[in-house]
């Protein structure tokens, strides 16, 4: 088992990648605290976990909200499992928007999201693996690294969870703490699936990317896994596309 006697926390494990990561790092031996919005289906997922053997517990959050993090996320998992190895902050929101179309509301909420949230689980975490050394993931975006039609919020506020992982590699390395960043391409989830599965879209897409499929959710939390473990152990700060081969065209 490549997670054995970890805990890890992970959030938007309701859907998509987060929830594929909670099955397969639990599968792989760690403790889980997945959190989310969607409590009904966090608690069936957790429910599924232990019906496997694997250990979770399920905590309702909103990944923007500092004082739960402080007051819910970091107390329950250290009551729980005692001990903070690994941070996925995976949960995000992805809302198309044309340029003139962009609101301050709409600006602001995609922030607070998508990256104030990453420093919030970076800052959250800190104190307990300067302990003893861990491994946080942000879950960024190829947003953040070519440019991206009609998604300014989310391209900006991708860029700044690949930079602020980098940043975070650099101060903290000392402390025995990895950082690092995916970048996924075109996956198929919840979040997507309504762009991919349209044929128009999919025929537009296909072309530019040389492995000529879309990745799944399945995929991505094997990356994390990677990342996430003892075997990544002498990477930092980067920021890895796992996005076949989109990025290189
Ligand atoms: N699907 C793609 O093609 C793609 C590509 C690049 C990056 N990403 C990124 O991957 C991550 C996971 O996305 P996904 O595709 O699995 O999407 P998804 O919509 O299936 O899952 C996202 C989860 O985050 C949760 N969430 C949203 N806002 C939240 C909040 N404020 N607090 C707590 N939880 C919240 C949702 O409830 C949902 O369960 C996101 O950060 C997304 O930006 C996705």
Do not use: C
Not at 3 to 10: D, G, S
Not at 68 to 95: C, H, Q, R, Y
């Amino acid at each position: 088992m490549r997670l054995k006697n970890k805990v890890a926390i992970i959030s938007g494990a309701a859907s998509g990648m987060g929830e594929a990561m909670a099955y397969l790092f639990a599968a792989e031996g760690a403790k889980v605290t997945a959190t989310d919005l969607q409590t009904e289906k966090l608690n069936s997922i957790i429910a599924k976990i232990k019906e496997q053997g694997g250990d979770a517990i399920a905590i309702a959050h909103n990944v923007a909200d500092r004082k739960k993090w402080m007051d819910e996320v970091i107390p329950k998992t250290m009551e729980a499992f005692g001990k903070i190895d690994i941070l996925v902050n995976n949960a995000g929101i992805s809302v198309p928007t044309p340029f003139e179309e962009q609101t301050d509301e709409l600006w602001s909420k995609t922030y607070s999201i998508n990256l104030n949230s990453v420093m919030l689980g970076m800052q959250a975490v800190l104190p307990y693996m300067k302990k003893h050394g861990g491994s946080i993931v942000n879950i960024s975006s190829i947003a953040a690294l070519t440019g991206m039609s009609g998604a300014g919020s989310y391209t900006a506020s991708k860029g700044g969870v690949s930079a602020i992982t980098r940043a975070a590699a650099v101060d903290w390395g000392g402390f025995g703490i990895r950082v690092n960043a995916i970048n996924p391409g075109y996956i198929l989830t919840p979040m997507s699936e309504v762009f991919l599965n349209n044929e128009q879209y999919k025929q537009a897409l296909m072309p530019a990317i040389p492995l000529k499929f879309f990745g799944t959710a399945e995929q991505i939390a094997k990356a994390a896994l990677f990342l996430a473990s003892d075997e990544a152990a002498y990477i930092t700060g980067v920021n890895l596309p796992v996005d076949g081969g989109t990025t290189i065209v």
